[in-house]
């Protein structure tokens, strides 16, 4: 048993099944699925950097925050929703028709579409920051009153999923509740304003983690921004690691420790302080948002995050199909990644000790857009061929490197075999993989392929030779069998 204390809850490991699985599906579905629009957006890192914060708000790619955007004066989302619905039709105008929509989906087809793409977890937009839940919930809503789905999606989903044999975790926005205090998010002054604070907030969130804890046992619980402060946090995690065998937490959970006579003024400025530093512009054009963390976690939860070299501490790296999550009918072709850039930024990262949470939108029934559908099924097309080489594998003492002729490889182990992934075929049949021991080697396979690979190895290089015809693939995998280390 463990004891609400972060001492206590930070001495338990990583369970193996999180760290086998690889891939898991983010589900965001609620009442900004009917909208289902966001402005189109070429590059937000070239957003951020030309128009910072308040350009990124205003013409915000993410669909889920359409209740946000709507009330920016001038914005993209505002003007289409008052051409759209009309300039006084509220948000909560979308919940009749999501209720009727969402009574009938067929949750295991969505389920199956899931498990498909070889994914070991789906992970389901419980409430996002609108403050509408997913299921019905025994704790109102402080504004709202009873604000909930009249179906128990959640609980269905659940079902679903278990049934295609793979977990089911739960997102909860923990640090954002718009309604609650008619947050309004224009500029990166208003960010810390979002966060509620005080007792009431952090209470009606405790209990809600807590229903859905004993309600539905998932296997991750993933919050969003941050936790309101003044709690005891230490004691959610230990009532849910005894509740849940094995379950697992992100890191989004940072908490402001400061006094209660202070707690607006300084919660509203360290939370603000918080999420402003969560964006930040990298090099090269690369996008990635991170959030600090809690005392304890499981792994660590960047958005569209890239590394070098291996991390040590467990990751997951979360993105959508397309620059939104949630489904968004305004996104171009353009906008959604291909199979072959999904499956390599998927190697990539497995390579380097991290899972990839993909992100997908139903519409209001549960249909997932075709747009969005043929990266994941490039994805399980080539992980019926190739799942060994990921699933279950750890990274190896190398993670990337090259060949002869300058192609990329990336690296994994499982046992004593090693597998390299080729992510482009190099120009000739016969080459080496440079800068990595594989003198041990002492079988080679293209898996897909049952014919062993002509190999030979000089000084601890590799070389191998390739059959004449190989099948179109995103990514080559090689079984190198026997290597120590």
């Not at 690889?22 to 900004?32: E, M, P, Q, R």
């Not at 059959?467 to 120590?484: D, E, F, H, K, M």
Request: net charge negative; glycine share 10%; aromatic share 10%.
């Amino acid at each position: 048993m463990f004891e609400p204390t972060w001492e206590s809850v930070s001495g338990r490991a990583l369970p193996d099944w999180y760290d086998d699985a690889k891939l898991g599906i983010f589900v965001h579905w609620g009442l900004y699925s009917v909208p289902a629009w966001a402005p189109q957006v070429d590059d937000i890192q070239q957003l951020l950097r030309e128009h910072g914060p308040r350009g990124m708000l205003r013409n915000n790619p993410y669909a889920e925050w359409y209740l946000n955007s709507m009330g920016i004066d001038g914005s993209p989302t505002q003007r289409h929703h008052r051409d759209t619905y009309g300039a006084d039709y509220p948000y909560d105008g979308f919940i009749e028709e999501f209720d009727r929509e969402s009574s009938s989906a067929d949750l295991d087809v969505l389920a199956a579409l899931c498990a498909q793409t070889g994914a070991g977890y789906v992970v389901l937009t419980t409430k996002h920051h609108d403050g509408f839940t997913l299921w019905p919930s025994e704790s109102e809503h402080p504004r709202k009153g009873a604000y909930h789905a009249k179906r128990d999606l959640v609980g269905d989903l659940a079902d679903a999923v278990r049934a295609q044999g793979m977990r089911m975790g739960l997102y909860y926005s923990g640090g954002y509740d718009w309604p609650h205090n008619d947050a309004l998010m224009d500029s990166p002054a208003d960010l810390a304003l979002a966060v509620p604070p005080g007792d009431d907030y952090r209470e009606y969130a405790t209990a809600h983690v807590r229903e859905l804890i004993d309600r539905y046992g998932p296997s991750v619980l993933w919050n969003d921004i941050c936790w309101p402060p003044g709690g005891n946090l230490a004691e959610l995690f230990a009532y849910y690691y005894n509740t849940v065998d094995e379950g697992v937490v992100n890191d989004r959970w940072a908490e402001q420790d400061v006094k209660r006579d202070r707690m607006s003024e300084s919660v509203l400025r360290g939370i603000g302080e918080l999420v402003q530093r969560a964006w930040r512009l990298l090099p090269d054009d690369k996008k990635e948002l991170a959030f600090p963390a809690s005392p304890h976690y499981d792994f660590r939860s960047p958005e569209y995050a890239t590394f070098d070299t291996v991390v040590t501490e467990k990751w997951e790296s979360t993105r959508g199909v397309g620059h939104s999550f949630a489904a968004n009918r305004n996104e171009r072709p353009d906008d959604i990644v291909t199979a072959t850039e999904l499956i390599r930024s998927f190697v990539d990262i497995v390579s380097k000790n991290g899972n990839l949470l993909i992100g997908i939108g139903p519409d209001p029934d549960g249909t997932i857009p075709e747009v969005q559908q043929a990266p994941l099924r490039g994805l399980g097309e080539w992980m019926a061929v190739n799942r060994d080489a990921v699933i279950g594998s750890r990274p190896w003492t190398t993670a990337a490197g090259t060949t002869s002729e300058g192609t990329q490889v990336r690296y994994t182990r499982k046992g004593s075999d090693v597998f390299a992934f080729l992510l482009e075929l190099p120009g000739t049949r016969r080459f080496t993989l440079s800068g990595v021991d594989t003198r041990d080697v002492d079988g080679v396979e293209l898996l897909g392929d049952p014919a062993a690979l002509d190999f030979s190895t000089i000084d601890g290089r590799l070389s191998v030779e390739l059959p004449p015809q190989v099948p179109v693939s995103a990514t080559y995998v090689l079984r190198l069998a026997g290597v120590a280390g």
